[in-house]
């Protein structure tokens, strides 16, 4: 195991974790202060919040269509306001960290994995 396991591991869970807080924050505020535009977006949950209104499947979709589209895009209902810009840009910086520690988690660890089996290889064939 790799001395960077535990810490990439840590990192990458925490940083998902507050994604998903601040991903519901903005769909919260969504739901309160701009209902037409969460109704056209599907009626989208959160990972921990959950209107009444929401469909465990419809609801469900409607949430990653959201999700991935605030990677790539700002919606007028969260430019009109600085408060959700700046959870917008949080959101997608706690995204960027949780997958670049998951991606040095899998160097890491298939990194080592690798190193073992070729040394093992080597010793097999002689050393040839």
Do not use: K, N
């Not at 840009?89 to 995204?95: A, F, T």
């Not at 670049?100 to 990194?111: C, D, I, K, N, R």
Request: proline share 4%; with cysteine.
């Amino acid at each position: 195991m790799s001395v960077f396991t535990l810490p990439c591991l840590a990192v990458a869970a925490a940083a998902g974790l507050r994604a998903m807080w601040l991903y519901d924050r903005l769909v919260r505020a969504e739901y309160a202060e701009h209902r037409t535009a969460w109704e056209l977006d599907g009626r989208p949950g959160g990972f921990f919040w959950w209107p009444r209104e929401c469909r465990l499947i419809r609801s469900g979709f409607a949430r990653d269509s959201l999700y991935r589209s605030l990677l790539t895009s700002t919606p007028d209902w969260i430019a009109g306001s600085p408060r959700l810009r700046r959870c917008l840009r949080q959101l997608r910086l706690s995204i960027w960290v949780a997958v670049a520690s998951a991606f040095v988690l899998a160097v890491a660890t298939w990194g080592w994995v690798i190193v073992i089996w070729a040394q093992r290889l080597y010793r097999a064939t002689g050393g040839a």
